[in-house]
């Protein structure tokens, strides 16, 4: 079965540093999300990116937010200048576009748990 | 934009079967996903319906009325296993450009 892989599963922070969450999408994919979970809530969208941009963000996703493919396999979200309420679980999923082929539909990484401390 | 309605939580018994309503209102419609979460997991792929009528697999099967803006997903032989939170995904005009969660329905599988 396909996967996508996320790393780290767990990233601990200081307040103010950067992070950066990477993601390695299903090969054939082509449409990919950055999601994040607030412990006890539901899971909101950041982002997505298509075709080597972003196509559609959330009101979340500000200046503080960036995400890149910076070598044509990984996707990165980079959080600059973390604050507490960061702290979540953040979800990459990617997105084929077969409407028949259960291999590509949107498939969720497993996460990156971030505390900001 | 979108607006998904499910009931927050429900209970069922083991060996039961369960049918998990989902209304939602969306400007445009390119399908609807069935997603299930168990606490401090990813969500994982259960169904994709983008015609009427019923989709099964297995024990789980996926049901969508376009023009009622209605789908749900029936849970048969349940096992404690299936105790989770059940996600319904619809697809507006943005298409696959943004897919929205709602916070789903929790769903209690008891002996």
């Known amino acids: 079965e396909p996967e996508v892989t996320q790393t780290p599963s767990h990233q601990v922070t200081q307040m103010g540093q950067e992070v950066i969450l990477r993601c390695v999408p299903i090969s054939n994919h082509l449409y990919f999300y950055w999601y994040r979970q607030i412990l006890g809530q539901k899971v909101e969208f950041l982002v997505s990116f298509y075709n080597n941009e972003i196509s559609e963000k959330s009101e979340i996703f500000d200046d503080q937010f960036s995400v890149e493919r910076p070598d044509g396999s990984n996707f990165t979200l980079k959080i600059r200048s973390t604050k507490l309420e960061d702290s979540a679980m953040y979800f990459c999923?990617?997105?084929?576009?077969?409407?028949?082929?259960?291999?590509?539909?949107?498939?969720f990484g497993s996460g990156t748990q971030l505390s900001v401390l | 934009g979108q607006n998904i309605d499910q009931p927050t939580e429900m209970t069922a018994t083991e060996g039961a079967i369960v049918q998990i309503n989902c209304t939602y209102q969306t400007s445009g419609f390119n399908g609807l996903f069935w997603y299930q979460q168990h606490a401090g997991e990813a969500p994982t792929f259960l169904s994709y319906n983008v015609l009427d009528g019923l989709e099964e697999k297995g024990r789980f099967s996926s049901f969508l009325s376009r023009s009622k803006g209605y789908s749900y997903l029936l849970l048969k032989e349940l096992q404690m296993k299936d105790s989770a939170s059940y996600l319904c995904v619809p697809l507006d005009s943005g298409g696959y450009n943004k897919l929205i969660f709602g916070a789903g329905t929790r769903l209690a599988v008891h002996p």
């Open positions: 999923a990617t997105l084929g576009q077969g409407v028949k082929d259960i291999n590509e539909k949107l498939f």
